[in-house]
């Protein structure tokens, strides 16, 4: 049985304990594992470093990580669309291309099945 004042083991509450805390993201197209210390530590980025992460890797591989699928917002009149990893962020771009065009736009999940449409017209 383990002494539970044994010096020797870890103590949660000893702040100068090491506690490795740091996220991480995986790619199992790229067989890799990432931790995320650079984007909070020497970028200072915070809570936004797995959405930064998630979109420089896009940006170098093509691709996004493990866990990661993108809101997809697409023009039904014309080729315009975009990849957001924010819903918010999609449906703002989908409000004002409808908008400015008069266009309906779907909005959804790209790992789904089911959308919404954006700017449908008025009767």
């Not at 210390?37 to 591989?61: P, S, V, W």
Request: one cysteine or more.
């Amino acid at each position: 049985m383990t002494d539970p004042f044994d010096e020797d083991e870890f103590d949660p509450l000893d702040p100068d304990g090491e506690i490795d805390d740091t996220p991480t993201i995986a790619c199992t197209r790229c067989g890799r594992e990432w931790d995320l210390g650079y984007e909070l530590d020497d970028l200072g980025i915070g809570n936004q470093a797995i959405e930064q992460f998630a979109l420089d890797h896009k940006r170098h591989t093509g691709h996004y990580p493990d866990g990661v699928a993108p809101w997809l917002a697409d023009c039904r009149n014309c080729p315009e669309g975009v990849e957001r990893l924010s819903n918010d962020a999609a449906r703002r771009w989908a409000k004002t291309h409808a908008r400015h065009t008069r266009h309906e736009v779907d909005v959804g999940r790209a790992n789904e099945e089911e959308s919404t449409v954006v700017g449908a017209p008025e009767e």
